[in-house]
């Protein structure tokens, strides 16, 4: 007899999300950690284990929004075309704060828009063990301190896709419920299908649907 079809909630799938992005973020800090220094933050932004599409970390002001720390800036229309992990020049010679903004933006590489602050948050808290305040804490000092500060409204913030007409640079989101259904899809067990199928639009740009290379 086949088991019986259960559906994907997205109250389900976020709770699923979050437990994955924690243990996703414990197995890189027991790989590259437990001190994750700015050489070993660079090589778990490498490690395709942990970092799901490549990446670069580069220092530049120039893509960033004033006062903004950082931004998972996309390199071509599909997420295999890569990223630039973008921090703000000033954290160039801090190499104890730039960790903690690189991992608050790694969620939106692995994730893509699926994932949100929250996500950020817990996976940077768990990367580095931390409190999910504490962490939160400590990113609102590094970002105080920067030229221009102006707070958490200006910042690209994990799962935010503004307006093409305000923000060129970003993709189309899908609905919340689908997008968390056809991330999490691969990662639920079989007899668990997504509401979305085994891959849905999740916005990987795999193929010309949009579905997902992953599985």
């Known amino acids: 007899m086949e088991a019986p079809e259960l559906e994907l909630t997205e109250d389900a799938g976020l709770e699923a999300l979050r437990l994955h992005v924690v243990d996703k973020a414990l197995e890189a800090r027991a790989k590259h950690g437990p001190r994750l220094d700015a050489a ?12 799901r599409f490549r990446a670069d970390v580069v220092f530049d002001e120039g893509p960033l929004r004033p006062g903004e720390f950082g931004w998972a800036m996309p390199l071509g229309e599909r997420p295999h075309d890569g990223f630039a992990l973008v921090l703000h020049p000033t954290l160039q010679d801090r190499p104890e704060d730039w960790p903690l903004c690189a991992a608050y933006h790694l969620v939106s590489i692995n994730y893509l828009d699926v994932a949100t602050s929250a996500e950020a948050e817990a996976f940077g808290a768990a990367l580095f063990g931390l409190d999910i305040d ?3 804490e400590r990113l609102c ?15 690209h913030v994990p799962g935010e896709t503004p307006p093409a007409e305000e923000d060129p640079r970003t993709t189309d989101t899908v609905g919340a419920e689908s997008a ?10 079989p007899e668990i299908p997504s509401a979305a199928g085994a891959h849905g639009a999740c916005g990987c740009g795999a193929n010309p649907g949009g579905s997902c290379g992953s599985g």
């Open 40 to 51: 070993a933050m660079r090589r778990l932004v490498a490690d395709r284990s942990v970092v």
């Open 134 to 136: 504490e962490y939160y």
């Open 141 to 155: 000092r590094i970002a105080d301190g920067l030229p221009n500060a102006i707070g958490g409204s200006g910042h």
């Open 180 to 189: 968390i259904a056809a991330f999490l899809a691969p990662h639920l067990p």
